[in-house]
């Protein structure tokens, strides 16, 4: 029997409870992997699974409903806004440079094609008055609210 075993347990339920998680998972594909050579994520790349989707602010304010989307590189008839059934869609694309062949890039990072977001809008919406500016890639759709839902102060009488 070896001497200092006794222990052995314990050092390697520490050593699982303070490991990085990815990194153990980073490893075991590795080791999997590793006469092939191949590695999950290359040391200086990154691994992007979303598809592309504007970001977007929306905040209230007593008279409206304001939401703001970011579109860099999205030109003002690439994009189209709808309001049914109480959901306000916003659809668009950004295209690819047509001056620039896609071969003579060594990295492509922004995400090209087309996108589409939709918000469920809350009960009292003047739809009618709704207005959308379009100004240097920032969208900002204003969304002004009905008399009734706007909010009012009501005066208590003590009898």
Same mark, same amino acid.
């Given at each position: ?53 504007p970001a977007c602010d929306i905040f209230e ?17 690439? &994009?189209?806004?709808?309001?049914? @059934?109480?959901? +306000?869609?916003? #659809?668009?694309?950004?295209?690819? %440079? *047509?001056?620039? =062949? ?7 990072e922004h995400s090209y094609g087309e996108f589409s ?12 008055? &709704?207005?959308?500016?379009?100004? @240097?890639?920032? +969208?900002?759709? #204003?969304?002004?609210?009905?008399? %009734? *839902?706007?909010? =009012? ?7």
């Open positions: 029997m070896q001497t200092g075993t006794g222990l052995a347990p314990i050092k390697t339920l520490r050593d699982f409870i303070t490991a990085d998680p990815f990194r153990t998972f980073q490893q075991r594909f590795n080791r999997m992997f590793g006469d092939a050579g191949l590695t999950a994520f290359p040391p200086d790349e990154s691994l992007s699974l979303a598809t592309w989707a304010t007593a008279d409206e409903i304001v939401v703001k989307a970011e579109l860099p590189g999205v030109k003002k008839e690439d &994009v189209k806004l709808t309001i049914e @059934n109480s959901v +306000l869609t916003l #659809r668009g694309e950004r295209k690819f %440079e *047509a001056e620039t =062949k896609k071969e003579n890039y060594h990295r492509v977001r939709s918000f469920t809008l809350p009960f009292g919406i003047d739809i009618k008055n &709704v207005n959308a500016e379009f100004n @240097n890639g920032l +969208l900002r759709v #204003r969304l002004p609210k009905c008399e %009734e *839902a706007k909010p =009012k102060a009501i005066e208590v009488n003590v009898k």
